[in-house]
Structures are given as C-alpha cells and as structure tokens.
C-alpha cells in the first residue's frame, strides 16, 4: 500500500526515529502502526525515543578553528562518563566540522545538514543506540575570518574569537599565539561583554542604581550631594567595565597591561592593526537542569524489582 508523508512524518514523532526508517518500516508493517513501531523497536531504534525525556546536562563543549572560519559546539549527554567515549568525542568534533563546511542557520538546519551517508540525525541516533544515553545537540557559534579557538578541561569550555585584522597579519608568526592568549583570556575571566559601548543602556542604569543605593547606606557618603553622588557613580562604573568588559580587563599573562593594549602591542608587534570583532563563550551545561544521583533509592529499587 502507498504511504502517506503524513503517515510518516506521525510515526518519526511517536518514535524518533529517522524518516527513511519511518517509511521502511510502515512500509514493513503494510502501514499499521503499531506493528511499525514494533518493529523499529525490534531493529533497537525506537529506543532513542524512550531516552529523549531524560535529563542530558553532561557531554563536552568543543572549539575548533579551521582556514576560514572558527566553531563552538555543545552536545550533552546524561552522564560525564560519556564525554571520555571515543565514538561521542569523534561526534562532536564531526559535527563542528559539518558547521564548519555547510554553515546551517541553526540547530534544526544542523540536524539536517549531511554527515558520513545520512545526515546529523541519523548520527545521533545511531550514537544514541551505542552510548545508550539521551544525547542532544544544543547549540553552535561559527565565525567567518581570522579566528582563534581554546578548549579548557577537556570540554568543559570551548571558546571561539573573530578578529579583524589583514590576511598578512594573520600569517605571520604570532599571530596565532596571539589569538590564543585571547580566547584563554575569555575562558578564564569569562567577561559579559566586549568593550564598554556594547553594555547595553539598561545594564548601565541598573548598575548605577546600584552604586548610588550603596552610597546612600554608607554613612561617608549618604550626605553628598547628589550631583556628587552622580559623578562617583559614573567614576565607579570603571570597575564595573575593568570586570565585564573583555577589552578593559587586566591581561591575564602580564597583569600590567588591559586586553586593549595587549592586542595592541601585538599589532604594533607584527606590523598591522588588530581588533576583536566578536567572540562567543560556551561552558558545558551552563544553564540546564543537573540530574541529581540518589544511590541509596537506586539501590533498594534495585533490590526491591
């Protein structure tokens, strides 16, 4: 019998697997759905599906930066164990080079990119059958040009820096070092911002609101003027900036010099100019539910099944 797209699109949402499965196994199953599924989980593919509600806060961050462009990606797993699996570790650095080669707009569009004889989801499904773990891809930052890139503790940040600056330039000697020293920069003082003008205006507000109500508890400085609590307010937002700004913090190589005279040192140095353009920042898992372990319950259920 003829299978319908819809068909077919209704069993990959109920089972998570691949199109092309979906398909050979309605197909299989004369289009009973039941029997499709049942037979998907006879193949082990529906067991993807079973683990797509688990908690995947673990996996690795990894960077990397190649002749035109530099990439971040995050993919999470359930557990930190699988971060060390060789096949988890060759995924992800696969899949930074797809977004290195075929740029996709976002994640669904990675999901779909090629990849080996299928395509990303295929991958990862079929990593999924192997590790036996939820896996999710999460995000990607790609930059176009000069790049560096720095990977800290095995994946646990990864960190991807644009520069402006003339091909010259970045030939030369140095000039790699130099894009390093950045990138470890932003993983170890991990700044907000780039430079003061992209702190947004609300920010600023909100930080000076802070200042002033500081003020106003402290008793050297509760009975000012307030047109002198306003110039001492804006005077502390120079350390705000030297905190949260990657350009005004101290250079974490030689804390007697800011990022900004570092990179330009180093232009003055390799006979050009330098200028961070962007930069983006991945730390594995930041933001996502942890999945808490009670060893004890695991135990007795255990016990008790």
Do not use: W
Request: charged letters at 30%.
């Amino acid at each position: 019998m003829a299978i319908s797209a819809k068909d077919v699109m209704e069993l990959r949402k109920q089972t998570d697997c691949g199109m092309m499965e979906c398909k050979k196994a309605l197909t299989q199953a004369d289009g009973n759905f039941e029997k499709a599924i049942e037979i998907l989980r006879e193949q082990g593919l529906a067991t993807a599906n079973k683990k797509a509600g688990r908690i995947a806060a673990e996996g690795m961050v990894y960077a990397a930066a190649y002749p035109n462009c530099a990439v971040v990606v995050e993919v999470n797993a359930e557990t930190d164990f699988v971060a060390k699996n060789d096949k988890f570790v060759e995924f992800t650095k696969d899949l930074a080079q797809v977004v290195a080669e075929q740029a996709p707009a976002d994640v669904e569009a990675l999901m779909g990119c090629k990849m080996g004889e299928g395509t990303v989801d295929d991958a990862l499904k079929a990593l999924i059958l192997v590790i036996k773990e939820n896996i999710k891809v999460r995000r990607f930052a790609r930059y176009e040009g000069h790049c560096a890139a720095y990977v800290h503790g095995g994946g646990t940040h990864g960190v991807i820096v644009q520069f402006n600056t003339s091909d010259d330039v970045a030939a030369k000697e140095g000039f790699a070092a130099f894009g390093k020293d950045i990138a470890m920069q932003i993983a170890a003082a991990n700044p907000s911002y780039l430079c003061e003008s992209a702190v947004p205006a609300d920010v600023i507000a909100k930080e000076k609101e802070i200042i002033l109500a500081q003020m106003a508890n402290d008793p050297k400085t509760a009975n000012k003027p307030d047109a002198i609590k306003e110039k001492m307010a804006v005077g502390k937002l120079g350390k705000f900036y030297k905190e949260n700004c990657l350009v005004d913090q101290a250079f974490i190589k030689d804390g007697s010099m800011d990022v900004k005279k570092y990179v330009e040192a180093t232009a003055k140095e390799l006979g050009g100019s330098i200028e961070i353009a962007a930069y983006t920042h991945f730390v594995k898992g930041e933001g996502l539910e942890k999945k808490t372990e009670d060893f004890a319950a695991e135990v007795a259920a255990a016990i008790k099944g």
